[in-house]
């Protein structure tokens, strides 16, 4: 019983992650790709529109991690 209650009560965090692919301004024709973690959509949120503002940007995406995700 004890464990369904302590169960219960505990919120898991979600997290989100943030994918950018930049073009390599240094490099014609590579790409640098960068992952961000984040507790809140908020700040996923506010990281993926600051991303999209990027001049070399070639793509962006997010996603919220959900429990059977294999993240390494």
Request: cysteine-free.
């Amino acid at each position: 019983m004890e464990r369904i209650a302590d169960a219960t009560e505990k919120k898991e965090k979600e997290w989100y992650v943030v994918f950018t692919t930049t073009h390599d301004l240094f490099n014609e024709g590579k790409t640098i790709d960068n992952t961000q973690m984040f507790e809140s959509k908020e700040e996923a949120k506010l990281a993926y529109e600051k991303a999209m503002k990027l001049e070399n940007l070639h793509s962006a995406g997010m996603a919220k991690l959900i429990d059977g995700t294999d993240w390494m």
